[in-house]
């Protein structure tokens, strides 16, 4: 089946730092990736859309300066979390879809997620 | 628009016992729907899904659902509960853009 990484894992940063996350489909080509935020005992919340080549699509209420992201290839998408703060503390979900055309059960693969603490 | 209702924040069974964990949608277009597991600190993982084709799908793991528009539910059940189904669940929908809605989760705690 399709897989799809994140590195890392875990980290833990300074506030005020930079941090970024690594998302990457080992064995499939990506035409959209998209991450999530998911607070503890929470719901996944969508923060972006990005295809490959393009420019993000941030929801609403997600600042797009504040949170960097990069689909620079088809199998690698980062997310830059900048000048972190201890309410960015979270934990980052990634997931990767493949296919072309329109049709919604273009199934999206998720990544093991990523824990990120700002002190 | 697309949301997703999940009744009952927790669930809990006894080891044999039938799971029923519930989901009621809310879509404008011809839904599809997903159930995924999360295992602590762990991603999501695809149980089933719904697209447009029989009204119920199988799954992994003996997971069922069933597609009733009539009630816009997607219930999810599975005949005997197994220690390693303790994890969280998630029902989701999806509509015309592709972006997946879910709900808040239900915990499903499962006793020996």
């Known amino acids: 089946g399709a897989v799809v990484s994140q590195h890392p894992s875990w980290v833990i940063c300074k506030s005020g730092t930079s941090v970024k996350i690594e998302c990457r489909s080992l064995?499939?080509?990506?035409?959209?990736m998209f991450w999530y935020r998911q607070f503890p005992k929470q719901s996944l919340m969508l923060m972006a859309t990005s295809n490959e080549g393009s420019k993000a699509t941030y929801e609403q209420g997600v600042e797009k300066d504040k949170f960097l992201i990069n689909h620079a290839s088809l199998t690698l998408s980062t997310l830059t979390v900048t000048s972190a703060h201890p309410e960015d503390s979270s934990f980052y979900i990634c997931?990767?879809?493949?296919?072309?055309?329109?049709?919604?059960?273009?199934?999206?693969?998720f990544g093991p997620g990523t824990r990120l603490t700002v002190l | 628009a697309q949301s997703v209702t999940q009744l009952g924040s927790h669930v809990s069974v006894s080891e044999g016992a039938l799971v029923l964990l519930r989901c009621n949608y809310s879509s404008s277009v011809p839904p599809y729907l997903f159930w995924y597991v999360q295992y602590p600190n762990q991603g999501l993982q695809l149980l089933l899904k719904?697209?447009?084709?029989?009204?119920l799908v199988k799954g992994i793991n003996g997971f069922e659902a069933e597609f009733k528009k009539s009630e816009t539910s997607f219930h999810l059940t599975k005949p005997s509960a197994h220690m390693s189904d303790a994890a969280e669940y998630f029902c989701a929908v999806s509509g015309r853009f592709q972006k997946l809605v879910f709900g808040t989760g239900t915990r499903l705690l499962v006793s020996p």
């Open positions: 719904y697209t447009s084709a029989a009204t």
């Open positions: 997931s990767a879809r493949y296919g072309s055309a329109s049709g919604a059960d273009n199934e999206q693969f």
């Open positions: 064995d499939f080509q990506a035409t959209t």
